[in-house]
């Protein structure tokens, strides 16, 4: 989330500002100057950017130990707090000496800087903003905070600022997530399929009960344990028949404990018997998993008694045919019994964890989108108006997320947009991990 500090001199704006991107009237308005003494601070948003904006009081210099001293102590820590200062001046006015000079100090910080010329409504502002490029702090946007003027070039300059912060948040969360946290592994799927077999062999103990009887765990239980160096939590959960066959209270809530562990996992491995391979209700479970947004593997136990070329043949037929929306699961075979092909197994969940986890960078991420669109062109929309695609970002990961910028978001088609899904995943490799795509319309949200 990036911070906004707006800084200028008294009775230039500020606070106009701060309701308007808040929503609401938090900061007093007033023609008197100097109504804002203490920084104020409110989650806002413009756009899609999620923002945390600072009002300050109005710069006034003092050296004696006065209110204005202290109102300016105020200011230079919400500057410090920062990612980016919102300068503003009264066009109307034109720059005054408390302007050059507060404009001096804040270069001094080495803060990025977006320069708004206020109150532009009327035609008389053209002086001030030119003489504003004296000030040394880039080229002024004319703004009106009252009448929602310049917002849609406020975004454009804040929306590069925003994606710099994210991913060194999501770095950071990266690496804090590396360093200290395990990775979590939910097994879900049918009554009897080998699920705590599975997790057995992984842990190399019988820490979870088994047998031939099916629907012997009935809670979600969780273990440590670490593999090449990684640390794992291992959920063993109930199996999961139809709903309709689910009946008494005790099977519901072994239920509820199995759904709550995977919506709570990074990675769903999806335990199979190779001879009933992709059923009805594991399609179900697969799809659930995708909708919340968990990285998916699929794990084809009893392998060692299977009849292995139509357990292969069926689940591909399956895959392709009623699981289309996530292309590309790994797909594992084991033997949880006989502990065969269990380092195959984690091998392909840290290979769906880490496209869980991928950011794109820009510069492959644009060219993508251009060939893609070169190759086969928007079509007109469902309005018969005639779609433009204008740019695509990489909104966040865990799942990979993104936006596309249209003039005609509302008229693209559905097919078209799986046809992007679908490129993206394959050029980039992100088969087993849902992919989200929105088309959005880069309107100015406060023209009403």
Request: contains cysteine.
């Amino acid at each position: 989330m990036l911070t906004l500090a707006i800084i200028g001199r008294p009775n230039v704006g500020k606070s106009t500002l701060f309701n308007r991107l808040v929503g609401k009237k938090l900061a007093i308005v007033h023609d008197q100057p100097g109504v804002t003494r203490d920084r104020k601070m409110a989650p806002a948003k413009l756009k899609d950017i999620e923002l945390t904006v600072i009002d300050t009081a109005g710069y006034e210099y003092s050296t004696t130990d006065n209110m204005e001293q202290r109102m300016w102590k105020q200011t230079q820590m919400a500057i410090n707090d920062a990612d980016v200062c919102l300068f503003m001046f009264d066009a109307r006015a034109g720059l005054q000496p408390y302007d050059e000079f507060f404009a001096d100090l804040v270069r001094k910080t080495q803060k990025p800087v977006i320069l708004l010329a206020n109150k532009c409504e009327g035609k008389k502002h053209e002086d001030a903003i030119h003489e504003a490029y004296k000030l040394g702090l880039g080229q002024p946007i004319p703004f009106s905070a009252e009448h929602g003027i310049g917002f849609d070039d406020l975004y454009m300059e804040l929306l590069p600022l925003a994606e710099q912060k994210q991913k060194e948040q999501e770095k950071q969360e990266e690496e804090e997530e590396n360093d200290e946290k395990p990775i979590q592994i939910a097994f879900v799927g049918r009554p009897n399929v080998g699920k705590s077999t599975l997790v057995n062999a992984l842990l190399g103990h019988e820490r979870m009960l088994t047998g031939p009887e099916a629907g012997m765990t009935r809670d979600a239980i969780t273990t440590e344990w670490q593999w090449q160096g990684q640390r794992f939590k291992l959920v063993d959960t109930a199996g999961l028949r139809k709903q309709a066959k689910v009946v008494n209270s005790l099977e519901k809530m072994s239920v509820e404990s199995t759904i709550y562990a995977a919506n709570m996992a990074q990675v769903v491995v999806l335990v199979l018997d190779a001879d009933a391979v992709l059923d009805k209700q594991d399609l179900t479970i697969a799809r659930k998993t995708v909708d919340e947004g968990r990285a998916l593997v699929i794990a084809v136990n009893k392998w060692d008694i299977a009849k292995r070329k139509e357990s292969l043949d069926k689940l591909n037929y399956k895959l392709e045919t009623s699981l289309t929306q996530i292309a590309g699961v790994p797909t594992v075979t084991i033997s949880a019994l006989k502990k065969e092909g269990l380092d195959k197994l984690m091998r392909a969940v840290q290979k769906v964890y880490k496209r869980w986890n991928m950011r794109i960078p820009t510069a492959p991420l644009n060219k993508w989108f251009a060939d893609v669109q070169e190759q086969n062109p928007a079509p007109l929309g469902k309005n018969k108006r005639r779609i433009k695609l204008k740019y695509v970002t990489q909104a966040k990961t865990r799942p990979p997320s993104f936006f596309i910028f249209s003039s005609n978001p509302e008229g693209l088609p559905e097919s078209y947009l799986r046809y992007l899904t679908n490129s993206l995943r394959q050029t980039f490799d992100l088969g087993g991990v849902p992919l989200r795509i929105t088309v959005r319309k880069g309107n100015n949200p406060y023209v009403k």
